[in-house]
């Protein structure tokens, strides 16, 4: 994932190519320490272990976007693409592991502006045509391209070139060096040149990767199928024959599919029913996840283009109450950008804890008496649960009054946001699914023109220079602790300014029948992963 992006539905940032995939897919039916190391799969020998075996999953979000790597960013597409494409390098969904996948070893630095890459032996599309280095470069290219205004670009800015030296090694040349190059891999998911080519709107719809498994169809409002390509040969080939992804928004019918064993494994069990579950010998488990609910302001229309104002409906969500009865426990209040798990959590300067009073009086010295306004939220099951105790806590400061109104995350997107006639906006998002290192995800919501320019308009502002100028001398950093100490200087500007922020960082709860399946491990991020799980 954002997510979700990661919002959950990641991102809504290629409108015209999402509404022609919409009519196409509803019609398509028919050192680094890297875990694990490459040895020699001999894939057909699989296929007799796997007949006949399935998986179904349930699934709490609808196909947003494409399936093409390039823009794929909701939060099912993406997840799906995790099975259908590969990286240079992947990161597990699960253990948060990278791992070799189409690298046939550990990428080389030649120097610190230079690094080689040797294509894993044998690895082919799912048409059976072999990944080249052409493709790899292909891939690297379309991404980087500025024509393309993919939302991935923001995230590998410090390539300047990438070149097949051969026919089985690729290089990469950089504009300065880049610590976390080899980790960064993972944003780019390499795809068939010549497939792409006869047209990117059909690929997007049918998606064609050397991943394990292939794509069969997908549905909107209805399932995402998948069967084993059985020539795979990295390192997580597919346990089952085919694979059945149930897109069921809705958390009542998600469910009921797993408490009746129609699947046999879901994401985001809504908290009211985990105990319900276990109590049906499922197993559950939430994970500490980056996954958070933001408060997001429209930073151009006044009043919130004052932080005093933005601040002030910080200071006005009761978020132990929002915990305690939204997520049951299972969130933590925010008091960093990240969550408290996180390797490089550092406790903000700017902390918000409820506070009616300092919020009336914040107003007050913005030189506002009467705040009058709607909040958009989108309308995952536990966004619809938060909203309306955050517009009960908004509506107790002196002078306030708010109206509330649920909208999908689509709508709320391309209608509101992106033409900035929004003022202020309540969705999750959970750009980790791409990378937990805190440049990625600074740079998701804090870096390129998508956010800061176009959603939540702060782009003109001193404050967003800083952030930039920071968040390029962690990048550039020598060392690790030379980075943190610029991270943690941005983040003190984003807690203090708040222009998006997070109210919480959640748990997410993920449900399985431990009886029916083999090696499943919930994630901390959106999504299902079946990467090397199998049917008992």
């Not at 969904?93 to 996948?101: E, M």
């Not at 500025?146 to 991935?152: G, N, R």
Request: glycine letters at 6%.
């Amino acid at each position: 994932m954002t997510k979700n992006l990661f919002s959950q539905d990641i991102n809504h940032v290629q409108n015209k190519s999402r509404r022609h995939f919409m009519k196409i897919v509803a019609g398509v039916g028919a050192g680094l320490a890297f875990s694990g190391s490459l040895g020699t799969f001999t894939p057909n020998a699989i296929a007799a272990s796997i007949k006949g075996k399935t998986i179904e999953a349930g699934i709490a979000y609808p196909l947003s976007t494409g399936f093409d790597p390039l823009t794929a960013s909701g939060a099912s597409s993406y997840a799906a693409n995790l099975h259908i494409f590969e990286g240079l390098v992947d990161l597990h969904p699960a253990t948060r592991k990278p791992y070799l996948a189409l690298a046939a070893k550990e990428p080389e630095q030649v120097d610190d502006l230079t690094w080689r890459i040797v294509l894993r032996d044998g690895a082919t599309f799912h048409d059976g045509s072999p990944v080249t280095t052409e493709d790899v470069v292909y891939s690297f290219e379309r991404v980087l391209d500025p024509e393309k205004k993919s939302l991935f670009a923001m995230f590998i800015p410090f390539i300047a070139k990438v070149s097949a030296l051969d026919d089985k090694t690729v290089e990469f040349k950089l504009k300065y060096p880049f610590a976390l190059f080899t980790q960064r891999l993972t944003i780019v998911k390499i795809v068939p040149k010549h497939i792409v080519e006869k047209g990117q709107s059909q690929f997007d719809a049918n998606p064609v990767g050397s991943g394990p498994f292939k794509f069969v169809s997908a549905v909107k409002d209805d399932k995402i199928v998948f069967e084993a390509y059985e020539a795979y040969n990295g390192q997580y080939p597919a346990q089952v024959e085919k694979m059945s992804w149930l897109l069921l928004s809705d958390a009542a019918a998600r469910v009921t599919a797993q408490e009746s064993k129609r699947t046999q494994a879901m994401e985001s069990v809504p908290y009211i029913d985990i105990a319900r579950l276990k109590n049906r010998k499922q197993t559950v488990e939430s994970v500490q996840s980056f996954g958070l609910l933001f408060l997001m302001f429209n930073c151009e229309k006044a009043p919130f283009n004052n932080p005093k104002v933005r601040q002030a409906l910080h200071f006005g969500i009761d978020t132990d109450k929002l915990i305690d009865i939204v997520f049951d426990g299972n969130a933590e209040a925010a008091s960093s950008y990240v969550q408290t798990t996180h390797p490089d959590y550092v406790k903000a300067t700017s902390q918000y804890p409820y506070d009616v009073k300092k919020a009336e009086a914040l107003l007050k010295e913005a030189g506002v008496t009467q705040l009058h306004f709607q909040v958009l939220a989108t309308d995952h099951d536990w966004v619809k649960e938060s909203a309306p105790l955050i517009l009960e806590a908004w509506n107790k400061i002196p002078g306030v009054k708010v109206t509330l109104q649920h909208l999908q995350s689509g709508a709320l997107y391309n209608n509101h946001v992106d033409p900035g006639t929004y003022e202020v906006a309540i969705a999750p998002g959970d750009p980790s699914v791409f990378g937990n290192d805190l440049d990625l995800l600074l740079s998701w919501w804090y870096r390129g023109d998508v956010w800061p320019k176009r959603r939540f308009r702060w782009a003109d502002t001193p404050e967003f220079a800083q952030v930039q100028a920071l968040l390029d001398e962690a990048a550039k950093a020598k060392d690790h602790n030379e980075a943190r100490k610029a991270w943690t200087n941005a983040i003190n500007i984003i807690a203090e300014q708040v222009p998006l922020y997070p109210i919480v960082h959640r748990k997410l709860p993920s449900a399985w029948d431990s009886n029916a399946l083999e090696n499943y491990q919930p994630l901390p991020t959106t999504g299902v992963s079946f990467l090397g799980v199998g049917r008992k």
